[in-house]
């Protein structure tokens, strides 16, 4: 660590990745229970003699290799951190005074000081102290999540048949070459990766991914008993709630269940794009029922809540985190958190490339909240919420201002093919190239990327229609 890089953290607060202890004479005892919890969290920088401000206060110029020695020795003492870990300390001079820097990297492990489990927030460290909070720190120490538990005494007639059969339609009407339509119920669930051996028992059996997407309601609340979606409107009645539903089935009927209680407390949000009339509310909220259903964990004892307000609906479900943090198109990296659950959707079509789901969100959500994007914020508990208008006229201008802001965007071309189709709708892409002297092919371009846009659509046949402009 470098004086400047020193600095460059003291410039900072204390948070989830930032711990100053003063530690002048003697060492702070309580910075194990920083450690232990850096370990079981996602890291962060120490720094001894400095003060709860990262002002530097230095450390008794005698005292500092005691300290270092004293840290050594106690990180490798199983009766106080267990597991061991071991952690590279630094004495730096800053300021004329002296100061221990050490980083704590995130551990593979779950680790304990004198028996008590520690984890990090804003506010510092904090003990875990119920079952359910040292279970949920195990399950975020897995190398990935529950869904490849083995059930040995799971069998076929506990799970729900009707879902193989509405598979193989939809397969036949969307993709009748699909390999599944000549194997058999358990054959599909070998080839979607259901069915392992657990490599500590050797034991086979189905997995939890298959209880989830193919389980009846009591053979889910034998693998995942905390398993539950509870579905409120809250738009009028924010006491109780105007609707609700309780949703504990599998994850494929969990889908339908879902977007049929957005259908029944959601407005409609048209939108033409390219040649088609799409529905808002249906491409939105789809993505953030499938985010929920494929990333959630459910090997932890928690519940999911998707909640509708007058004026956004709130997504919440707890996972494994990939990081921390708020999410943006700008640092999104798309990461399977079940991959077996998310591939699956994705053979049947349900799903069209890992990711998309965010960038739709982002692309869409501006549309019908005045041109307020998603939030999507990742911690134990990953939080989605969409901001909305409702239907009528102030939402339908709100989506006209909208695409005029959109407009602001176009190339000057494409913003005089606008105007010059807002006059005569019946000039086709032969007649634009010869009034601008450009190749057909590139005036194609514009009317395609102009439809993609939704500030054009084709109404009628290739000789006798028209074009249309979407003000």
């Not at 602001?408 to 000039?427: F, P, V």
């Amino acid at each position: 660590m470098t004086e400047e890089g020193l600095r460059c953290i003291i410039s900072h607060s204390e948070g989830t990745q930032i711990e100053y202890k003063k530690s002048q004479s003697e060492l702070a005892r309580s910075v194990y229970e920083s450690i232990c919890a850096f370990l079981n969290r996602k890291g962060g920088h120490v720094v001894l003699g400095a003060d709860n401000d990262g002002k530097i206060v230095g450390i008794e110029p005698d005292k500092v290799q005691k300290q270092i020695d004293s840290l050594a020795k106690d990180m490798n003492n199983p009766q106080l951190m267990n597991p061991p870990f071991y952690l590279n300390y630094e004495a730096l001079d800053i300021a004329g005074k002296k100061v221990i820097y050490f980083y704590v990297p995130e551990s593979s492990q779950a680790h304990a000081y004198k028996g008590v489990y520690y984890d990090r927030n804003q506010d510092g460290d904090f003990a875990l102290r119920t079952s359910q909070q040292i279970a949920d720190l195990m399950a975020r120490k897995q190398q990935s999540g529950s869904e490849n538990r083995v059930y040995p005494y799971l069998r076929m007639e506990d799970l729900d048949q009707t879902v193989f059969e509405d598979i193989r339609n939809r397969l036949e009407k969307n993709k009748p070459d699909h390999l599944w339509l000549t194997l058999s119920n358990h054959e599909i669930l070998k080839s979607a990766g259901m069915w392992l051996r657990d490599p500590s028992t050797g034991q086979e059996g189905y997995t939890l991914a298959a209880a989830m997407l193919f389980g009846t309601e009591n053979t889910i609340r034998s693998v995942a008993p905390f398993y539950k979606i509870d579905a409120l409107c809250r738009r009028y009645n924010t006491d109780l709630y105007d609707n609700r539903d309780i949703i504990n089935c599998n994850l494929f009927r969990a889908l339908e269940r879902l977007m049929q209680f957005c259908e029944r407390n959601l407005p409609e949000w048209p939108l033409i794009e390219g040649y088609q009339r799409i529905s808002l509310r249906d491409a939105i909220f789809r993505e953030v029922v499938l985010n929920l259903l494929i990333h959630a964990e459910y090997g932890l004892r928690h519940s999911s809540t998707f909640t509708i307000w007058a004026d956004r609906v709130e997504v919440v479900n707890w996972n494994i985190p990939f990081k921390y943090g708020q999410i943006t198109l700008e640092n999104f990296q798309p990461y399977a958190k079940n991959p077996v659950i998310e591939n699956f959707f994705l053979k049947l079509g349900i799903v069209e490339e890992v990711g998309k789901g965010t960038r739709t969100l982002f692309k869409y959500v501006p549309l019908i909240s005045a041109g307020q994007g998603p939030s999507i914020e990742e911690q134990d508990e990953y939080k989605v919420t969409i901001p909305y208008l409702m239907a009528g006229p102030a939402a339908e201008d709100v989506v006209k201002d909208v695409v005029k802001d959109v407009v602001k965007e176009l190339s000057e071309r494409q913003q005089i093919i606008l105007n010059d189709l807002r006059s005569d709708g019946t000039l086709s892409a032969k007649d634009l190239s010869l009034k601008y002297v450009v190749k057909e092919r590139t005036v194609q371009r514009d009317l395609a990327e102009l439809c993609r846009r939704g500030l054009l659509s084709r109404e009628g046949g290739r000789k006798e229609g028209r074009w249309i402009v979407h003000d």
